[in-house]
Each structure stands twice: as structure tokens, then as C-alpha cells.
């Protein structure tokens, strides 16, 4: 028998490992506390002692072992930074897609974050914090939000704008799918790696807010056993007598925050890349006739944003195949989306009888529109293939179990199943 030794590159190891270690860290900041060799508030050697038997990292100022002080002072400064990064950044991300997805409700959240983007974080944070002292997390929890969602919210409302602008989220639009459908379902998904990347900056910024309050003695909610208050009663005397009782704690502060950073920086790659255009959607519908009525165009205007008008007029009998044809540019994708109640920002539409399978899809709104998509029509961009989701695999899109026959009489290898869209070729994706 034949052995092959397969090689991982050296990238891919990096990529694992340094998630790996990262996790690694966390956790052990997280456990740590079980694992102390002595009780952290009970005074085992002198203040300030060397490192001795007692005390391999030496004493702090009131002799406790500083070694016991670090391995217990992380847990609740860790997990309470990353509860905030993970609030803030979900809520960032729910607000920028809202904000991509509705311009008018965008514009007024672009408001409300330039607001709090204008205002200095500290002086918020010792604001909030000296006028309230008993609010405790709460209050580390209400600086988070109010000084740490503002600065994520363009970011996550940029990519979500070109997410928006693809040919799935149009598809989408144009079947009838409701805003919460779109933000959630769409959008979202395809955001992994810019939720990942804030997740790891509103982390460091966590961090920093936590330990800046806790050295300056605001809050008494960490306890004074946490990393930044052993690090502020060190200060002075104590790191001359014993350096550790002030390293150890600054130490593991700058190893949690590297850890997470590493971790979301240094990921996988691949996922849905924002930024995508809007495809041309020229291809009609298979069966324009559907349903009672046909389609029936007659003194339809648009008029694009240029000054450039189009009148049309179309008469499709149900059950019949009618091929739309004329150069780029004549306008035969303002007509096909006019039929599925869908116009261009910029262009105005008169209408003086059309008619798609006994509907007026112009006049509809709201959730009348978008029951009339998903039930009664159906458009198909000309790049089919890009209105398929980036975060589905095949398979699922084909509902197994005729996958694995249809994507080979199509031509599909049967490895693709297990792809996603952007993993695949472009005469691929068509064909699915």
C-alpha cells in the first residue's frame, strides 16, 4: 500500500494555531481562579517579599501572594469584557444593516452616532461612572453601548451597503422578502467576517474602558482583586521592591487583549467579500403569463434620472413564452423590474394600465407588494449565478436528495455539493 504524506501550508498552520493558542489564553483566564495556590486576600509572606517559597511571584503590599492575585484577577475582567464586546458589536451590526437597507432610518442613525463619535469616551465613561457609582457593570455596560456601537456602526452599514446592492439580496427584494427577512437572513450572515474583525476591536476597547475605571478606583464592581487594581496599588514603591506584583497583572491584561485580537485577525479565510455590484437583470421571467391575466403593458413611461424617457407597451398571454429583445442600455431592465413593483431610486414611473397576473404592481405597497412577489412572480437576474447566497452551501440549495443527480446531468462535479456560491466557478454557479 502506497502512503502519501500530506504537507499543510505554512499559512493554513498559522492560521490554526495562533486561534488555538488564542483560545487557549482566554480560557485560562477563565479558570485560573481554581487553580490558585493560595487564598488571594489572606497575607502569606511580607509586604512586598521577593520571590520566596511562600510566594513564587513575591508578595503585594499587603503580603498576599501575587502569583495567587494574578491567576484569580482575570476571570471577571475577561468575561466582562467580552459580554460587552459581543453586545456592542451585535447591536452595531443589527443598526448599520438597518441603516444600509432603509436610507431614511439610515440617516437619522448616522446622526445619532456622529453625535456620540464627537464626545470623548474617558470623560463619558468618568462622567457616567462618578455621578452613578452604584450602578457597577451596569454602568460598564451603558459606556459600552453608548461610546462603543457609534464607531461600528459605519463600518458594519459600508459593507452591508454592498452586500445590499448583489444579485441574491435583489432576488430577494424582488420575491417579496420583508426587511427583518432581509437584515437577517440576507445580509447578516454574509457579515461573519466584519462582525469577527469588530468583534476583536470592540474587545480591546473593552478592555481598555475596564481596566482605565478600575485603576482609577470608579468602580468597586471587579472587585479589588482584578488585574488593574493590583496594578494601581503596585504602583510606586512596590514595583521597586518587587517588580511582580505590578507585571503579572499588566502582563495578563496585554495577553487577554493580543489573544482576541490574534484571534479574529488571523482567521480562516474565504466568506461572502462585501463590495459586489448589482448585476443587469435582463432575463425576464420564464412564464410571464402565470397566473389569471398575463401581463399587460400599456402606456407605461420611465423616465431615468438622465431626463431619458422609455414608454412601453407589452401584451403576454398566460401560458406563453415572450422574449423581451433590444440593444444595452434601451431599457429592457427598467421594464422587467416595473413588472415586479420595482423602481431605480432617481427614476419615475407613469402608468397608465399595466397589469402583471391581475395585479398593478406599481400601485402596491408594503406588504401587499411583497406578497404579490413571492406568490405571483418571479424574476431571474441575467447572472443567475450571483443571486445565489453566499453562505448556503449547494446541496441545500439543490434539496437533496436530487442533488447529487442534478448537479451531474448538469455538469456540476459532485464535490461541489459541499461548496459554497463563491467556491465555485462562474459556469458552475449558472448551472446551478
Partial sequence: MSRRRLTVPAVSRRRLVV???????????????????????????????????????????????????????GALLTATCLVL??????????????????????????????????????????????AFPDLGLVGFGVVALLFGVPYSVPVFAAAADGIRRSGYVEVAVNNGESTWGLVWREIVPSLW?????????????????VSTAAFLGLTGALGDGNWASSARASVGAGMALN????VAPVCGIAAVTVAVRSAVTLRPGGGFSGGATRPDCSAGPASPGAGPGGVRVSGLLLTTPDGVERRYALDARPGTVTLLTGPSGSGKTLLLEALVGHVEPGVSATDDGMTVAGAH????RGRRLRAFRRSRVTLVGQDAGLALPGTVRVGHLLRAPVAAGAAVRLGVPAAALSRRAGELSGGERRRV
Wanted: hydrophobic share 60%; aromatic share 8%; charged share 10%.
Fill in 19 to 73: 486561534p488555538a493558542a488564542s483560545l487557549l489564553v482566554l480560557i485560562a483566564a477563565l479558570v485560573m481562579p481554581a487553580f490558585a495556590p493560595h487564598d488571594p486576600a489572606v497575607p502569606v509572606t511580607a509586604p512586598f517579599a521577593p520571590p520566596g517559597p511562600q510566594a513564587v511571584l513575591g508578595g503585594d503590599e499587603l503580603g498576599r501572594d501575587v502569583l495567587s492575585r494574578f491567576m484569580t484577577g
Fill in 85 to 130: 464586546a459581543v453586545a456592542v458589536t451585535v447591536l452595531a451590526a443589527f443598526a448599520g444593516v438597518v441603516a444600509a437597507v432603509r436610507r431614511r432610518l439610515g440617516a437619522l442613525i448616522a446622526i445619532v452616532c456622529n453625535v456620540f463619535i464627537l464626545l470623548p469616551p474617558l470623560l463619558g465613561m468618568l462622567v457616567l461612572l462618578v
Fill in 193 to 209: 467576517r466584519t462582525f469577527f474583525e469588530q468583534l476583536g476591536i470592540r474587545f480591546v476597547a473593552s478592555v481598555h474602558m
Fill in 243 to 246: 517588580p511582580w506584583s505590578a
Fill in 361 to 364: 404592481p406599481l400601485a402596491l
